[in-house]
């Protein structure tokens, strides 16, 4: 698949900033800051009293904010209404703390459910989120703390500048449309026969399905195979949302066929593994590819093995799924010095 | 020695520079050459590249990350070669994968706008990396900048190899909407 286009990209990708090129070299874990927490809220809270409203951001129309912020984003944002708190869909995002240091900027948000159990210890945003400053900043959040007994959500975003230089954010606007929840990891082993299984495959050629990607650790995949399982009924359910449905043996590979249910609505997603005993054989690839109704995605993994050997493995996997996807509209506009 | 040291050799013209560079970074570039190119020699002449170009480049360049500066030198030199050799058309090696993951984040049918300049479009993939969360970022800039095979990427963050895989994946799928949204692609 190489093209001049893709080189394009490969090239792009050669000129990242600094920063991503050297950090990449120091695989640690995110350590969290050790921000001071009540600092940081007695900051945001004086920040908060002291900003003033532009009279112009009375009239709160979004239309005119988004034409606003595509010709002077810095202005739009400078006449934001500040609000600190928002609901909807029983849901409550309130924003707990805020401060700036340097060329970082963190603030916290607070997430209640009002009127369900929809927040829990999995709470997810589904990179539904947008952060809206005057300037070009990059910055992510994460869930930082889950307190079961209230039922709250602290989610944790940091904001820093592109080249190290000190924030001088003015009113930062987060807004957020998805809140996934429910989120729930399971390892599980299949107790049937891959031998059997594979004797009942069917197929159906490549043409016919639509490819959502993929990966492979040979040759491209794709150009080898002229053919793809045809899924049946669920051999194996380890989790809602998750179900093996084919497995088959083609041009020396076991081919093992999963459906991931919902993945645009619930994220669902995984791997599967084959054991020979206590070895793990590598998988030497994946590809991914659509379901009828274009919700769901199968995702055909390929072991390279005898068919010989297929009476000694076992099949297990590693899946994510999540039960709750609650849509919305949730946004808060605050000062941050 | 520090880096501003070496920088102040490249710009008084002393060879001792190139020394200094390869002492300090050459196994660094050596480690990128060679997770582009399967010959080994080939990779050892694309570092050499990489140091003859920042010799060449300093003066009048002063770069503020020598390390970053160098390893991107020794990328280009080596896709560069990659691309003489032929050597994706054969599709072997493997950088090719590295291009077939890549095309993922291409919008089906469509084209990156001509228009859109190189630099233009590693901003927008900057900004991308910048909303992700650390670990994911250096995963995929390990992936496709370094060209790391999945199973190192594995080994140095103590993850399973398949949840490399997937967190690849998914980041690639994010960068496909990121970019469609940024308006990148040409209509059909």
Not at chain 1, 21 to 34: D, G, N, S
Not at chain 1, 220 to 249: C, H, M, N
Not at chain 1, 295 to 320: H, R
Request: charge should be negative; hydrophobic fraction near 40%; glycine fraction near 6%.
């Amino acid at each position: 698949m190489y093209s001049l286009k893709n080189e394009k990209f490969v090239s792009a990708i050669g000129n990242l900033s600094d920063e991503y090129v050297l950090e990449a070299l120091k695989p640690v874990k995110v350590q969290k800051q050790p921000w001071r927490k009540a600092l940081a809220l007695a900051a945001a809270l004086a920040f908060v009293l002291l900003a003033s409203v532009p009279a112009l951001a009375a009239v709160n129309v979004e239309g005119a904010y988004e034409l606003l912020y595509a010709a002077a984003p810095t202005f739009a944002q400078r006449l934001k209404p500040v609000n600190l708190s928002d609901t909807d869909q029983g849901i409550c995002m309130t924003l707990q703390d805020a401060a700036v240091e340097g060329d970082t900027a963190i603030f916290r948000l607070k997430f209640q459910d009002l009127e369900l159990s929809r927040i829990d210890e999995t709470t997810d945003l589904f990179d539904s989120y947008t952060i809206r400053t005057g300037q070009d900043l990059k910055g992510h959040c994460q869930l930082e703390d889950y307190d079961a007994e209230t039922g709250t959500a602290v989610f944790l975003a940091e904001l820093s500048s592109m080249n190290g230089q000190d924030l001088r954010l003015g009113k930062v606007t987060f807004s957020l449309y998805k809140i996934l929840s429910g989120k729930q990891e399971t390892e599980s082993v299949w107790e049937g026969s891959l031998q059997d299984a594979a004797k009942e495959a069917l197929w159906q050629p490549s043409s016919t399905v639509s490819i959502r990607g993929g990966w492979g650790d040979d040759d491209p995949l794709l150009s080898k195979t002229d053919r793809f399982l045809s899924p049946q009924a669920p051999l194996w359910e380890p989790v809602q949302g998750v179900s093996l449905t084919a497995i088959g043996y083609a041009d020396g590979f076991l081919r093992v066929q999963v459906h991931y249910a919902d993945i645009l609505q619930y994220d669902n997603h995984g791997d599967v593994r084959l054991l020979q005993g206590k070895e793990n054989l590598p998988c030497a690839g994946m590809i991914a590819y659509w379901d009828e109704e274009k919700t769901g995605s199968y995702e055909e993994y390929f072991f390279l093995l005898s068919e010989d050997a297929l009476s000694e493995c076992s099949l297990t996997g590693w899946f994510v799924t999540a039960s709750q996807l609650t849509e919305g509209r949730w946004q808060v506009t605050f000062p941050i010095p | 020695m520090e880096d501003q040291a070496i920088v102040a050799l490249f710009w008084a013209r002393d060879p001792q520079a190139l020394e200094a560079l390869s002492e300090k970074y050459g196994a660094d570039c050596a480690r990128v050459a060679q997770a582009i190119l399967s010959d080994p020699q080939d990779a050892e002449e694309c570092v050499n590249d990489a140091l003859l170009s920042a010799w060449n480049a300093m003066p009048p360049h002063r770069p503020e990350q020598l390390r970053a500066f160098v390893l991107k030198l020794t990328r280009y030199a080596s896709l560069k070669r990659l691309r003489e050799q032929s050597a994706l058309k054969r599709g072997g090696g493997a950088a090719v994968l590295v291009y077939e993951e890549l095309s993922e984040c291409l919008s089906d049918g469509h084209e990156l706008s001509e228009r859109l300049e190189e630099q233009e479009l590693a901003e927008r993939i900057n900004a991308f990396l910048g909303m992700l969360p650390r670990q994911e970022r250096q995963v995929f800039v390990q992936r496709y900048f370094y060209f790391a095979p999945a199973a190192q990427i594995a080994e140095a963050f103590g993850f399973r190899e398949g949840k490399v895989r997937t967190m690849l994946f998914r980041t690639r799928k994010r960068l496909k909407t990121y970019l469609e949204k940024e308006g990148v692609f040409l209509e059909k």
